[in-house]
């Protein structure tokens, strides 16, 4: 379906700074300006193809961003953070070294392979009813007040349970996962104090994981833990540790991003409820909704790599060691990849899709997952609610975190 001006709005760049370049402090300086996402402030750099703030260069062109995540040359900064820090525990460098998420190289593509034969679309749907089922189960209990806190009381409950049901985790071992999940990710952004309790993190999931996974294969079932150990590709299997590490990977990256990706959805269709009025008219367009709601508000609005070597990119010199910052919700915003891109709108189908999922070798393993959770949460939502409205003022997590509302107080009709 084509867009046309009845379906789409324009969304207000709200708290958007002056246009001047953004302070010398890299990434966190590009980010942190005015107090709602990035993703609202997106159209002041679009004239522009790189920013040098003195301590990172950042990307803001779509070829140059899919350039760099194909090269091999560039690898995670974060990680190279970790393996040069003379202060962090070796134990955790080697631990992280094992994450599928830090692995590079020829081991990296071969654990890629034979996961996603646990991973594919068609596994993913198979798992659709559960997450139907865990979506209705939290908002039966609010869908006769009127009013909630969309975040607090239905969707940051969400993926958790619907991520332990698909991997084949018991329900009573949810809450393991609960206290578990943010030390997991806290050193990504929190630097060397937050690596002990990450390592302590990492240290149960894992023994959590042997268990589960020694349990798992005396009784192998539709769930993906079952799917890995599974996985086979000419002859080659996934070992034990590689299972558990990647199964680990899947659950806890999947939590912040999924309910951060659904309320910044419902933040914007209380900004524009004709978009909304959409959706419940024709559900096939659930899908492109979300694809709409990754383009525009991406969690995750930049990735980060370091260059190895010196290289040349598009013409472009990038020195070794230079921390390269690629800011994927500009590139989202491409006027050449998506006409009017500043427009919220849930028709669009454009020919190339947006880069939230990032790109290359480490284009996101769990998207197919992601993409499932996404529609199922969202479906249930238009299906249960006729009209929303923000009810109260909407509170934003930090910038150097993922984006996305961690407050968002609504007043809804429930469908009958």
Same mark, same amino acid.
């Given at each position: *379906?084509?867009?046309?001006?009845?379906?789409?709005?324009?969304?207000?760049?709200?708290?958007?700074?002056?246009?001047?370049?953004? +302070?010398?402090?890299?990434?966190?300086?590009?980010?942190?300006?005015?107090? &709602?996402?990035?993703? =609202?402030?997106?159209?002041?750099?679009?004239?522009?193809?790189? @920013?040098?703030?003195?301590?990172?260069?950042?990307?803001?062109?779509?070829?140059?961003?899919?350039?760099?995540?194909?090269?091999?040359?560039? &690898?995670?900064?974060?990680?190279?953070?970790?393996? !040069?820090?003379?202060?962090?525990?070796?134990?955790?460098?080697?631990?992280?070294?094992?994450?599928?998420?830090?692995?590079?190289?020829?081991?990296?593509?071969?654990?890629?392979?034979?996961?996603?034969?646990?991973?594919?679309?068609?596994?993913?749907?198979?798992? %659709?009813?559960?997450?139907?089922?865990?979506?209705?189960?939290?908002?039966?209990?609010?869908?006769?007040?009127?009013? *909630?806190?969309?975040?607090?009381?239905?969707?940051?409950?969400?993926?958790?349970?619907?991520?332990?049901?698909?991997?084949?985790?018991?329900?009573?071992?949810?809450?393991?996962?609960?206290?578990?999940?943010?030390?997991?990710?806290?050193?990504?952004?929190?630097?060397?104090?937050?690596?002990?309790?990450?390592?302590?993190?990492?240290?149960?999931?894992?023994?959590?994981?042997?268990?589960?996974?020694? %349990?798992?294969?005396?009784?192998?079932?539709?769930?993906?833990?079952?799917?890995?150990?599974?996985?086979?590709?000419?002859?080659?299997?996934?070992?034990?540790?590689?299972?558990?590490?990647?199964?680990?990977?899947?659950?806890?990256?999947? =939590?912040? &991003?999924?309910?951060?990706?659904?309320?910044?959805?419902?933040?914007?269709?209380?900004?524009?409820?004709?978009?909304?009025?959409?959706?419940? %008219?024709?559900?096939?367009?659930? +899908?492109?909704?979300?694809?709409? @709601?990754?383009?525009?508000?991406?969690?995750?609005?930049?990735?980060?790599?370091?260059?190895?070597?010196?290289?040349?990119?598009?013409?472009?010199?990038?020195?070794?060691?230079?921390?390269?910052?690629?800011?994927?919700?500009?590139?989202?915003?491409?006027?050449?990849?998506?006409?009017?891109?500043?427009?919220?709108?849930?028709?669009?189908?454009?020919?190339?899709?947006?880069?939230?999922?990032?790109?290359?070798?480490?284009?996101?393993?769990?998207?197919?997952?992601?993409?499932?959770? =996404?529609?199922?949460?969202?479906?249930?939502?238009?299906?249960?609610?006729?009209?929303?409205?923000?009810?109260? +003022?909407?509170?934003?997590?930090?910038?150097?975190?993922?984006?996305?509302? !961690?407050?968002?107080?609504?007043?809804?009709?429930?469908?009958?």
């Amino acid at each position: *379906m084509t867009s046309t001006a009845a379906a789409s709005t324009t969304v207000p760049a709200t708290g958007a700074p002056s246009g001047d370049p953004p +302070p010398a402090s890299g990434r966190a300086g590009f980010l942190a300006a005015g107090d &709602t996402p990035f993703w =609202l402030r997106v159209p002041e750099f679009r004239d522009r193809r790189t @920013i040098d703030t003195g301590s990172a260069l950042i990307l803001l062109r779509p070829d140059d961003c899919a350039a760099v995540l194909r090269d091999a040359r560039f &690898t995670q900064w974060n990680m190279a953070q970790v393996e !040069r820090n003379p202060q962090i525990d070796p134990r955790f460098v080697e631990r992280r070294r094992q994450a599928f998420l830090s692995m590079e190289g020829l081991d990296h593509l071969r654990l890629r392979r034979l996961a996603m034969v646990a991973l594919t679309p068609a596994a993913m749907n198979a798992q %659709r009813a559960r997450m139907r089922a865990v979506m209705d189960r939290l908002i039966d209990p609010v869908i006769g007040a009127g009013r *909630m806190d969309a975040v607090k009381d239905v969707l940051v409950h969400y993926p958790l349970p619907v991520i332990c049901a698909v991997l084949g985790v018991p329900d009573e071992d949810i809450p393991f996962f609960a206290r578990t999940a943010e030390d997991w990710v806290r050193w990504m952004w929190g630097g060397p104090a937050a690596v002990p309790a990450a390592l302590a993190a990492h240290d149960a999931m894992d023994a959590y994981m042997t268990g589960l996974i020694a %349990r798992r294969a005396q009784a192998l079932g539709d769930d993906v833990i079952s799917g890995l150990i599974r996985a086979e590709l000419e002859g080659d299997r996934l070992t034990r540790e590689e299972v558990i590490h990647t199964a680990a990977s899947l659950i806890v990256p999947g =939590l912040e &991003t999924t309910y951060s990706t659904l309320g910044s959805g419902l933040y914007l269709f209380t900004q524009h409820p004709e978009q909304w009025a959409l959706l419940a %008219r024709d559900p096939s367009l659930i +899908p492109s909704a979300v694809e709409e @709601i990754l383009r525009f508000a991406p969690v995750g609005p930049t990735l980060e790599r370091i260059a190895n070597e010196d290289a040349q990119v598009n013409g472009l010199h990038i020195a070794r060691d230079t921390h390269v910052v690629l800011a994927l919700a500009s590139v989202n915003r491409d006027p050449e990849l998506f006409p009017d891109p500043d427009r919220f709108d849930v028709t669009r189908t454009p020919q190339r899709g947006h880069m939230t999922f990032g790109g290359g070798r480490h284009l996101c393993l769990g998207m197919h997952m992601a993409r499932a959770e =996404l529609q199922e949460g969202l479906g249930c939502l238009v299906r249960r609610l006729a009209r929303i409205e923000l009810d109260g +003022p909407v509170t934003w997590s930090a910038p150097l975190g993922f984006q996305g509302p !961690r407050a968002l107080p609504v007043r809804f009709t429930a469908r009958a």
